[in-house]
Structure formats: structure tokens, C-alpha cells
């Protein structure tokens, strides 16, 4: 009956509210659009110039009518706690949590400059308005545009207040507010004070969150403009001045600011970053399970400076080292110098995770199989590709059950896997052995192959927002977050890959 009742109400609000409201929405910013395109007009990219009486009246203006496009949306109430500080006092503000992009109220509200793809600067009408705020540009295709963009905040964080603030989400990624994510250091790699500020959306009705999972952007659009009354809360916390230990390490200072915007908030943090949200949401043929150890495998990778988007390039070269030791198993010296690394706390609980016998020792090419997953979540057969390419004999390039069996327990991250039936509905004459070549053939014609053979067993897993296990953390998104992990609380490690 409560379902009933809410499906008329958006039926109703759908065709009355819904309509009124996006046509005002719509006006608002096309009003707003010749203001921000004449104060836009000669200002440099790279120099800062004192504004001028009109476009500080343009900028009022701006702010007015950014404030009643939210209001046409149905933002009747936007409650602000604390106090802005100025630039002089915090050249950055550091938002969380970021779950969606009516996150943008907060930068219409101050003008403040985000960073941003530069392709958003063509759209029409919104590439204008985006322009105004001078944001800071990241170029897909410019390969040093990272190192570019953290210069370029830098530079404006250290004018002592001449350029307008620079307001960061530092999660990086939407999520479902639940917890707060691992922050980016790029916010506090200038080293500079930082404002910690503070959403929240204390609707009855959770419509706002967009994440991986869920409603698309237009629904959210849709749902929000039909509810009678969106409410937001704004709050600046005071200034976080970091201390000299800080200054040095920007991920020390990102975390003791999580840390502090947690608290205010009253949730937990947890030490998942938005590459574990890529890794355990992908949708390639092999789903992880709940309880895979990949995860903790990619933090890992990260905390040894094995940047996945820089590993995968070289990931042929790992596959062809560790083809050439033929299965022989590597202690922990010898796995340091597989990855010419010295040999350390992190290094260690690496390799505990592959020493499946518990006798100090592992198989160089479960790290690459391990290692590819992370690195290409989504393609399933590029990894089961370079792994069979490990595995396979030199005399007729064919792997055994076993084989498939340690491949595809490392490529989920499992310590038990039975692979009898899939193995026998490949090897269809019987041979004892199969080759890629018949796995990427059974695999085209039966793409749904891991449900089927591998997972009859298994009830739950991160990449299916389907499952009964999935908990909704607010009526719409599933939250991926585990409930109540604080970072301080560390998890036992557990020790076996596969």
C-alpha cells in the first residue's frame, strides 16, 4: 500500500510539479548565461585582476539567480552553519561526503573554483557559467595534465588570497554518504590552511544520491523535482591549519581532515578508495564475491606506489618474467626482487596473501593475474588471456584443470573454487587439457558462463546490485561501504589469495 501511494504521488507530481519546475530551472540558467558570458569577457586564465564595481555586481546577480533556480527546483530551505573563511584565511574548501551533483548549490552559493574536465567548457550554456568561476581544467588528453592541475593549485593557493578559493571533493567519486571514503591528496598537497565543509540532505526521501549503482542522472532529476520539499544543510567547520608532519605528507593531512569531517557528520571512515569502487563494481564476465581478497590486494598495490594506471602498460613484461620461472615458487626475498623492491611490512602482507601452503612461499604468476584484474577490472578476457599465456605448456599451448582452477581462483580473489563442470563443458573431445583459444570460443557462446559454473554456490557478490544480501543505505543505492569499519579498526589480514 505505501508503495501504491508513492507511485501515485510521483504519477501526479510528474505530470503537474515536475514540468513547472524544470522549465524555471531551465530559464533560471539560461537568465544567467549573458551575465556570466560579459564578466567572463578579456579575464585572463592565468592572471588575477581586482574586480571591477560591475562585475561585483554580476556577481550578485549571479548568486541571486543561481539561488532561484535551486528554489524552482524545489530547494526551498539550504541551512548554513559556521562561517566561510575568507582565501586569505583558507585558500581551499574540502567538501564531503559527494554523492551527487546537486553538490553543485554549495559552488553557486560561494562562486568558489572547482577543478574540472576541461570538455566542460564547450557545453553550451553551462560551459559559460563554468568559465566564470575560473575553474581549474584537467585535459583527458594532455598525459601531464595531473602534475599540471596540482601545480596550478598550488600556485593559487600560495597567492595569499588574490585568486577565488578552490573547492575540491576530495572522495574524487559520488557515494551513498554512509561513510567517507579515501581522500585524494591533491587538496593537500599545497600544504596550505584548508575549510572542511560539511553536507547533508535530510530529506524523508532519499533522491538525491547518485552513485555507481542506481538511478541514472535524469531520474534523479526527475524524482528530486517531484518531491514538494528538498532540504540541504551547509556546514563550514572551522579552519584546519596543518602542522609541519602534515605539510610533508599530504595523505597524513587528507586523512586527519576526513577524520575531523566524519565526526561532524557521524559516520565512519573507511580506507576504500574510488579505485576499490571501480575494481568491485565492474561488469566484466567474472563478478567478485563478497569475500575476496582482491580488494585487499589493490590497497596494497597502492601503498607499494604500483600505480595500477602506470603497471598496466608493463603488465606483459610482468606475465613474461613470470612465465619463464615455470611454476617455480619465489620466498619472500626473491618476490621483493621479482618487483625490484626492498623487502617491507607492506611487501610482506603481499605476499601472505599468495602464500597459499603457509610454507613462505608463492607463485610469481598468481601477483600477475592478481595484478591485471586490478589493473582491467572489466576485461575478464584480457586476464585469462596473459594468464593462460603463464600456465600454458610450450609443447601445445594447453593448460590443465588445475591450471584454470589456480587462474581463476587468483582472478576472484577466493581461496576455494570447483571449476570440474566449466572445465568439462570446454573440453568437449575429452582431452584432459584445453587452450584459450576453446576457452574464448565457449566463452563467446556462453557469456553468462560464470553464473552458470562457477557461482551456484556463492550468494554474495560486490558487483550485483541485485543480490538479497545488498543492504540500501538510503532506499535507492546499495551501500558498498561495510557498516561501522573505522580505519583505526584494521581488519585481520586474511592469507590466502587463492
Known amino acids: 500500500p505505501v508503495c501504491h501511494v508513492l507511485c501515485f504521488q510521483i504519477a501526479v507530481m510528474t505530470v503537474t510539479l515536475f514540468p513547472i519546475r524544470l522549465f524555471f530551472a531551465a530559464f533560471m540558467m539560461l537568465l544567467a548565461w549573458p551575465f556570466a558570458f560579459l564578466a567572463s569577457m578579456g579575464r585572463s586564465e592565468k592572471v588575477i585582476e581586482p574586480l571591477s564595481w560591475w562585475r561585483k555586481v554580476f556577481d550578485v546577480l549571479l548568486k541571486v539567480i543561481m539561488r532561484a533556480m535551486w528554489f524552482a527546483g524545489g530547494f526551498h530551505w539550504m541551512t548554513v552553519k ?9 585558500p581551499i ?42 575553474p581549474v581544467f584537467v585535459s583527458r588528453s594532455d598525459q601531464d595534465s595531473r602534475k599540471k592541475t596540482v601545480e596550478e593549485i598550488k600556485r593559487r593557493a600560495h597567492s595569499e588570497g588574490k585568486w577565488p578559493q578552490i573547492m575540491i571533493f576530495p572522495e574524487g567519486t559520488c557515494t551513498n554518504r554512509s561513510c567517507l571514503i579515501t581522500f585524494k591528496p591533491g587538496a593537500f598537497i599545497p600544504a596550505v590552511p584548508v575549510q572542511p565543509v560539511v553536507l547533508r540532505y535530510p530529506n524523508k526521501m532519499d533522491t538525491i544520491t547518485w552513485t555507481w549503482q542506481g538511478p541514472g542522472a535524469f531520474d534523479i532529476l526527475w524524482l528530486t523535482l517531484c518531491q ?11 579552519v584546519y591549519t596543518p602542522s609541519e608532519e602534515e605539510k610533508k605528507n599530504p595523505a597524513l593531512f587528507a586523512n586527519n581532515v576526513r577524520r575531523l569531517m566524519a565526526k561532524a557528520l557521524k559516520v565512519p571512515v573507511t580506507d576504500y578508495s574510488f579505485e576499490d569502487c571501480q575494481l568491485a563494481m565492474a561488469e566484466g564476465q567474472l563478478k567478485l564475491p563478497a569475500e575476496t581478497c582482491l580488494l585487499e590486494f589493490a590497497k596494497l598495490v597502492r601503498r607499494l606506489s604500483l600505480k595500477p594506471e602506470k603497471v598496466e602498460k608493463d603488465l606483459e613484461e610482468y606475465a613474461e618474467r613470470a612465465r619463464k620461472t615455470k ?74 584443470e588445475e591450471h584454470l582452477a589456480c587462474i581463476l581462483k587468483t582472478a576472484l580473489g577466493v581461496s576455494e573454487l570447483n571449476v570440474t563442470d566449466l572445465f568439462r563443458a570446454i573440453d568437449i573431445v575429452d582431452k584432459g587439457k584445453i587452450t584459450f583459444d576453446d576457452f574464448n570460443d565457449f566463452a563467446e557462446q556462453n557469456p553468462d558462463f560464470a553464473e552458470e559454473y562457477l557461482y551456484p554456490d556463492q550468494t554474495r557478490f560486490l558487483s550485483s546490485a541485485e543480490t538479497p544480501s545488498a543492504q540500501i543505505a538510503n532506499g535507492f543505492c546499495t551501500d558498498f561501504s561495510p557498516a561501522g569499519q573505522y580505519e583505526e579498526e584494521r581488519r585481520p589480514l586474511r592469507k590466502k589469495l587463492n
Open 327 to 400: 611454476g617455480k615458487r619465489l620466498d619472500l626475498e626473491g618476490f621483493a626482487s621479482y618487483l625490484n623492491l626492498t623487502v617491507s611490512d607492506t611487501l610482506k602482507d603481499m605476499f601472505a596473501l599468495f602464500d597459499e601452503k603457509e610454507d613462505g612461499t608463492m607463485d610469481a604468476r598468481e601477483y600477475v593475474i592478481a595484478l591485471s584484474v586490478v589493473c582491467r577490472p572489466s576485461k575478464t578476457l584480457a586476464t585469462i588471456q596473459l594468464a593462460f599465456m603463464m600456465y600454458e605448456s610450450e609443447q601445445d599451448g594447453m593448460i590443465l
Open 82 to 90: 559556521g562561517r566561510q573563511a575568507l582565501p586569505t584565511e583558507a
Open 228 to 238: 514538494l520539499h528538498n532540504v540541504v544543510e551547509i556546514e563550514f567547520l572551522p
Open 93 to 134: 574548501l574540502t567538501l564531503a561526503p559527494h554523492s551527487s551533483y546537486f553538490d553543485a548549490i554549495p559552488v553557486t552559493m560561494t562562486m568558489a573554483s572547482i577543478v574540472m574536465k576541461a570538455e566542460s567548457k564547450d557545453i553550451p550554456v553551462w560551459g559559460t557559467l563554468i568559465k566564470y568561476i575560473r
